[in-house]
């Protein structure tokens, strides 16, 4: 979700959060701080393949919050890097605790980043929160995000209250007002 939302607007109102190979770098660098996870250093040096993966998962995401089938391409190209890193479950027994499962890459490298994300986006479109992707109904904003609670429909407090204050002045001022 938050590599597609690297791409903000529309037409020709679009904002590339992933535009050089610095800013691919520290978003993936934020990224990782954030969600614990190891992306390599240097992610930037692929920077086509991390645009055209983001722009694929936008694609897919953007056609499960419209309701429509997505193209062929961008649905090719996700099962693409998704089978280009498999993963596979692994069984530990810690003595005290018990069983634990967690996933393991097969791959390394910007190969096994792009690979967990393009399964995630799989992931994510196939599973239970499937039904809640959406896309922010803030003023100007174009990002997704998953509804948590059945009234959501921005994707931060700060549209909500953009919207908010947007139907309060179309409410209460006249035309003409700030002339």
């Known amino acids: 979700m938050e590599l597609a939302n690297t791409l903000y607007g529309s037409g ?3 904002i ?3 535009r050089t190979v610095r800013w691919i770098d520290e978003w993936f660098t934020l990224v990782s701080t954030e969600h614990g996870v190891t992306a390599p250093a240097g992610m930037g040096r692929d920077a086509e393949r991390v645009r055209m993966l983001r722009d694929c998962v936008h694609s897919l995401l953007s056609a499960a919050v419209d309701g429509r089938t997505p193209d062929k391409v961008p649905l090719e190209r996700v099962n693409g ?3 280009a890193a498999p993963t596979h479950l692994r069984l530990d027994w810690t003595g005290a605790g018990g ?3 967690r996933w393991l890459d097969t791959t390394t490298g910007t190969t096994a980043v792009l690979g967990r994300i393009a399964t995630c986006c799989i992931e994510l479109l196939t599973g ?3 039904g809640k992707v959406r896309r922010c109904q803030g003023p100007g904003c174009s990002l997704i995000f998953i509804k ?4 959501r429909r921005w994707c931060h407090p700060s549209c909500g209250h953009r919207d908010r204050q947007a139907r309060y002045y179309r409410r209460h001022l006249t035309p003409g007002a700030f002339q």
Request: charged share 20%; net charge negative.
């Open 128 to 130: 239970p929160e499937a």
């Open 148 to 151: 948590s609670h059945p009234r």
């Open 16 to 18: 590339d959060f992933l």
């Open 99 to 101: 069983p634990v499962s």
């Open 81 to 83: 890097f998704a089978a």
């Open 12 to 14: 020709n109102e679009q």
